[in-house]
């Protein structure tokens, strides 16, 4: 179920939205004649399609027409919210609260708001507002928990979780939760007991593995804490820390090659992960791979200018390599710092003797001498343990060589909501890619040089001449304010046109331009209206067609979303592409059909409409993609996963996380 159904189902009272028509609107001021309800709907589907900033125009047309609705306020708090405008999400809700007290969802989102800002004391009120309307809320249980542990406030949050397991016992989050508390106030035994009720609940909870592990960690439980994180990596395999941590718990078991692939492999998922770099940078020195090394400590500082250890591993590591130059810089900065260290000092001394530079050999051999007749010198170079482990704020130079853990390994629990991820929220695993639709925008293709190109639109576009061209796209480019409002504008300006102009086809041409801008902005009602009055006068027209089908697919996916039954309307979307394919043969067309076919399950004429495609353009990735995905759910495996690896090659490569999963 999408996150936007979830929404609409447990806002009760609200009333429903009806779809008028609606064929034009200005970006001026509206007025309480033209159909707010309309704008909201459209302003929905907009923030269904993650089409954000454009949600926010509809919803101020709204908010300007009726200011005392309380719908437009909250959902353009939700598009703030995934904008990361936080502080205006949450005022935006506090109007929508003042307008209507009485919907919890206003309220957990306005608490997630507060958490997002840290005002956790503000979100729990919330939460208690919440629940006294909506008291089996399990989100709503769950985050205000959260927030106590937040706050610090143990004993309330452990009072308020056997309250969740007396109404979910089966909750294992909850114990989970209980777990983390007990860490907090050192109680190992409580926690280590409470996890594993936990995972004797849920033991496909790859976090719930890893926070096992973490007290395994704690406790130098290094086999226990590796057996751990790997059942987290086996059930969540894309999740950085698991590998870092799993490195710590290898590297203290003299699992030198084992680290440095778990090092390997966090840095492919979080290219920008400290931890990884700085200790595959020691791991690297260690065994001589000076080079690669001065690569990963470079990275460190350019994240942490001003870290000094990175710095002296890196001053090592370039005197290795014979950049005199680059080690003094470094270890200069170092020993500014840290004017007793006598070991930087030593080296870099030896870096001026070589340079012949004998004076200020000298001076730091001096400096060393004197040191050691006051008995104050630690000289050697201590190698590389098990036992050698600082904690990132640690901050004591003569640990420059020792692996780096983190200061807290803390239990991660997400707040619980409908408005993670993505607003769409699919529940599947998989999803098939879009349709090619026309457009007036550009779109920067996913597939490395290839551009749509159909004979029908070139011969379009050759006669509008540079104004208004025509696009072969397959998704519609987000807008940013100052495009929408053009796009508003243009629509105007064809309106007014029509009414002046006598002439039918260029009456038609003018349609079929305000139907691509009513696209782009994602009003796809009023699209249809204009692409169906063209169609009543050319019923030739391929590309009126093929653009009805889109429009009519995409409002298919948000109403399906609202719960509405949407299989004759998917009949006509199958209709009209049938016919726009009778009037141009083109590859993006038997694509759009074969999604339609996958739809409703028909995966055999969806194979079929593909491999046309194909046929057509065999350069054509998406095609590959989906008659890849539509012969595995056929029971066609080989055969799909060869259809994924020519989509991987043509530049998809999502495809080959597919081919992973069915591989295995």
Not at 31 to 46: E, N, P, W, Y
Not at 98 to 110: D, G, I, Q
Not at 129 to 147: S, T
Not at 465 to 488: C, M, V, W
Request: with cysteine; charged share 25%; hydrophobic share 35%.
């Amino acid at each position: 179920m999408s996150k936007t159904r979830k929404l609409a189902s447990r806002m009760k009272g609200m009333r429903l939205l009806i779809l008028l028509p609606f064929y034009f609107f200005t970006f001026l001021p509206l007025h309480a004649q033209f159909k707010t309800d309309r704008l909201v709907m459209i302003g929905r589907s907009a923030l269904y399609f993650e089409d954000y900033v454009l949600s926010i125009q509809y919803f101020n047309q709204a908010i300007t027409a009726k200011p005392y609705l309380y719908e437009p306020w909250f959902y353009r708090g939700v598009a703030k919210y995934y904008l990361d405008d936080f502080a205006g999400a949450e005022a935006d809700c506090t109007e929508a609260i003042k307008r209507n007290p009485y919907v919890v969802n206003m309220y957990e989102l306005r608490g997630l708001c507060r958490i997002q800002q840290k005002n956790y004391a503000d979100a729990i009120k919330d939460y208690n507002r919440a629940l006294r309307y909506d008291p089996e809320n399990q989100n709503l249980w769950h985050n205000r928990v959260l927030c106590h542990i937040n706050e610090k406030d143990y004993d309330t949050a452990l009072l308020q979780l056997d309250t969740i397991l007396t109404r979910w016992s089966k909750h294992a989050p909850a114990y989970a939760m209980k777990a983390d508390v007990y860490m907090l106030q050192k109680d190992t035994a409580q926690a280590i007991a409470a996890l594993d009720k936990s995972l004797e609940i849920d033991p496909y909870d790859g976090n719930l593995w890893s926070q096992r592990a973490i007290i395994s960690l704690a406790r130098s439980e290094w086999k226990e804490g590796e057996d751990y994180l790997s059942k987290a990596i086996h059930l969540q395999p894309k999740q950085a820390v698991y590998y870092i941590n799993r490195a710590m718990a290898r590297f203290n078991q003299n699992n030198l090659r084992g680290t440095m692939a778990d090092y390997d492999i966090a840095l492919d998922l979080d290219p920008n992960n400290f931890l990884g770099h700085y200790n595959r940078g020691l791991l690297r020195a260690q065994v001589g791979d000076d080079n690669r090394a001065i690569t990963d400590f470079d990275f460190v500082l350019n994240l942490e200018p001003d870290n000094l250890m990175a710095l002296f591993n890196r001053a090592l590591l370039l005197e290795n390599t014979g950049n005199l130059r680059g080690a003094i810089r470094d270890y200069s900065k170092v020993i500014e710092e840290f004017p007793n260290f006598w070991f930087g000092l030593e080296h870099r001394a030896s870096c001026y003797r070589r340079l012949g530079m004998t004076k200020q050999a000298e001076t730091d051999e001096f400096r060393i001498l004197k040191a050691q007749m006051d008995k104050r010198y630690l000289g050697r170079q201590p190698r590389l343990s098990q036992k050698q482990m600082r904690k990132r704020s640690d901050l004591d130079i003569e640990k420059y060589n020792q692996l780096t853990v983190a200061d807290e390994q803390e239990m991660e629990h997400e707040y619980q909501s409908d408005y993670r991820g993505k607003v769409q929220n699919r529940k599947v695993a998989i999803d098939y890619l879009p349709m090619y639709a026309l457009s007036l925008e550009k779109e920067q293709s996913q597939v490395k040089q290839y551009v749509a190109f159909d004979k029908q639109v070139d011969a379009y576009n050759a006669k509008q001449g540079k104004q208004h061209l025509l696009y072969i796209i397959s998704s519609n480019p987000a807008l940013d304010e100052q495009e929408t409002k053009r796009y508003f504008t243009l629509i105007d300006s064809l309106t007014g046109q029509m009414g002046r102009n006598k002439d039918v086809r260029h009456t038609e041409t003018l349609l079929f331009k305000r139907a691509m801008a009513y696209s782009v902005i994602q009003n796809f009602d009023a699209a249809i209206e204009d692409l169906s009055t063209i169609l009543q006068t050319d019923s030739s027209s391929s590309l009126a067609y093929w653009q009805r089908a889109v429009c009519q697919s995409k409002l298919n996916d948000f109403n399906a979303s609202q719960g509405t039954d949407v299989r004759m309307k998917t009949a006509n979307v199958l209709s009209d592409l049938t016919e726009a394919i009778r009037y141009n043969e083109n590859a993006y067309l038997y694509y759009n059909r074969g999604n339609v076919y996958v739809q409703r399950n028909d995966y055999s004429h969806a194979i079929e409409d593909y491999s046309r495609a194909i046929a057509l353009d065999a350069h054509l990735a998406e095609a590959y993609y989906n008659r890849g995905l539509a012969r595995i759910a056929n029971k066609q495996q080989a055969e799909g996963i060869n259809d994924l690896s020519k989509a991987g090659e043509l530049g998809l490569y999502t495809a080959y996380s597919i081919i992973k999963k069915y591989r295995k």
